[in-house]
């Protein structure tokens, strides 16, 4: 055999989780969208498997401390799912792959804009830089606020000053730590 077709073989499932950091699993023409593809697809993953846990412990502890309506540690702004309870486990499972899915989105979504308006940014202005993640945070923060329930223009314009603040104190203090 040839010495590519044995580094197939004998590839394992950690040497390609490996790889996903030294260039990925896509290539998709162009440096942007592999990064743009990349990033939402780790959020994306790490997103769902947040919301999973999550809800995992909001169980427990309702289980823990009896009902979730007589007013414990469970009350219904910690309840993200709140469809999750439903009249059969079919609806129950349903709703945990619908709010996860959509959790997953939310989070690949703020993930790909960002990395790509930093790397668009890079490209452009030739230096990565604290306005280059202001400029990202802000974008992210405002399409993520639309993807809300409550999407009005004061709630779009507090999430991009998030975003923007967030991102820009995570770069200037990138060095420091």
Known sequence: MSTSGNNLETRSLLDDFRSFDKGGFFDLGHPLLN?????????????????????????????????????????????RFPDLRGESNRKSVEALVKNTSTEALQWGLA?????????????????????????????????????TGDHSHEQVVQSAITGAAISTVANLLKGIF
């Open 111 to 147: 993930a790909g804009i960002y990395s790509g308006v930093t790397y668009g940014l890079k490209e452009a202005r030739g230096v990565h830089d604290w306005r280059n993640s202001l400029i990202a945070g802000a974008a992210t923060g405002a399409v993520l606020a639309l993807t």
């Open 35 to 79: 990064r743009i593809a990349e990033s939402f697809v780790k959020a994306a993953g790490i997103g769902a498997i947040q919301a999973v846990s999550r809800e995992a412990y909001l169980t427990a502890v309702e289980s823990v401390n009896g009902d979730s309506t007589t007013g414990s540690n469970t009350d219904v702004k910690n309840q």
